[in-house]
């Protein structure tokens, strides 16, 4: 059984920064691309970010592109989420989600989900 744990979620400060990370268990990592997106309340949910099996191809959201990274340790079976320049419309659950196909903006396309961190921006 697939599990993915989504971590360091929380309160910052407009312009500051937070660090997320996702660990995956019950499947080889390396098979998987793998993806970030993020809901608010009232909101649909929205693509963040997603990453290639060996980690050369990555994508972003418009939104995000040039303030958020996305890396891979597949060693250590986690992908991570740095975020820089947070803003108050960054506010969300954040989820960490794993794909069987290439990198897609599509969330259909992604075939196990974690239960997602919160992260709260300030003004």
């Known amino acids: 059984q697939v599990q993915l744990v989504e971590s360091g979620g929380g309160l910052v400060q407009a312009g500051g920064s937070l660090r997320l990370s996702c660990s995956v268990s019950g499947a080889i990592f390396g098979s998987f691309t793998m993806g970030w997106f993020r809901q608010a309340p009232e909101k649909e949910r929205e693509f963040v970010a997603a990453?290639?099996?060996?980690?050369?191809?990555?994508i972003y959201g418009d939104s995000v592109k040039g303030r958020f990274t996305i890396s891979r340790d597949n060693a250590k079976n986690t992908v991570s989420l740095q975020m820089n320049s947070l803003k108050p419309e960054d506010t969300a659950v954040y989820y960490c989600?794993?794909?069987?196909?290439?990198?897609?903006?599509?969330?259909?396309?992604?075939?196990?989900w974690g239960q997602g961190t919160q992260v709260t921006v300030s003004s």
């Open positions: 990453i290639s099996r060996g980690g050369p191809i990555t």
């Open positions: 989600a794993a794909s069987v196909r290439i990198p897609t903006y599509y969330s259909d396309n992604y075939n196990y």
